[in-house]
């Protein structure tokens, strides 16, 4: 499989505690994003990679709200001291070219109780 | 004021139809513009892209830009059942992609 993978796919979490995903990008592409999508709504872009840098960030993101991409490679996206807000679709989707379109993953389903 | 809008519809055409659907943006300094497909429960698929005024078709799809209007579109031939989704724009703007929250679309067999 050479698309966009996501793990995991589904996590369920109490209110307060920290999560962490995963995101693997196309293996060419050099760009990732990650965005949030609630029911109803369109995607809402939350961070940009380039590489391993972080270029870009949403001004309406929480502190709470941290990612990565130390090689260049995967991703993750962890959300500390997670609140009932922040359930939602999470979805990571990677491109070579700025103006290519992104390639989405499947998603990480976040529930917190 | 929204960067991408959209009619959320829902929108239903008759099968071998044509469905149109419509978006606008605010930034003028927009360059790519993207429509992606999304079915109920998955994530979204890029379908078409369009980086130039004008129309750019691809299949059964044709998209439109109009820069002056700030407006885009996406056309649907022969619409099929299999076509039913919702449809989101999607605006590239700096390093950032606004997406509208994409419009419904039911193809009625």
């Known amino acids: 499989d050479t698309g966009v993978s996501q793990n995991p796919r589904h996590k369920i979490t109490k209110r307060g505690q920290n999560v962490t995903f995963r995101c693997d990008p196309i293996s060419e592409h050099n760009r990732l994003y990650w965005y949030r999508q609630t029911l109803g709504q369109g995607p809402e872009f939350l961070t940009y990679f380039q590489n391993e840098a972080q270029l870009e960030k949403s001004r309406l993101l929480s502190d709470r709200f941290s990612a990565e991409r130390p090689k260049g490679s995967f991703s993750t996206l962890e959300i500390q001291r997670t609140e009932q807000g922040d359930s939602a679709m999470y979805l990571c989707?990677?491109?070579?070219?700025?103006?290519?379109?992104?390639?989405f993953g499947p998603g990480t389903r976040l529930t917190v109780l | 004021q929204k960067e991408v809008e959209q009619n959320s519809g829902p929108l239903s055409v008759p099968e071998g139809a044509i469905a149109s659907l419509n978006c606008t943006y605010s930034d003028r300094g927009s360059q790519s513009f993207f429509w992606y497909r999304q079915y109920s429960g998955k994530s979204p698929e890029l379908i078409m892209s369009i980086y130039s005024n004008g129309d750019k078709e691809d299949g059964r799809f044709t998209a439109q830009l109009n820069n002056a209007s700030q407006y885009v579109s996406l056309l649907i031939r022969d619409s099929q059942p299999s076509d039913s989704a919702t449809y989101l724009c999607?605006?590239?703007?700096?390093?950032?992609?606004?997406f509208g929250t994409g419009t419904s679309l039911t193809v009625i067999p």
């Open positions: 989707a990677s491109s070579f070219f700025q103006d290519q379109g992104g390639f």
């Open positions: 999607a605006v590239n703007s700096g390093n950032q992609f606004y």
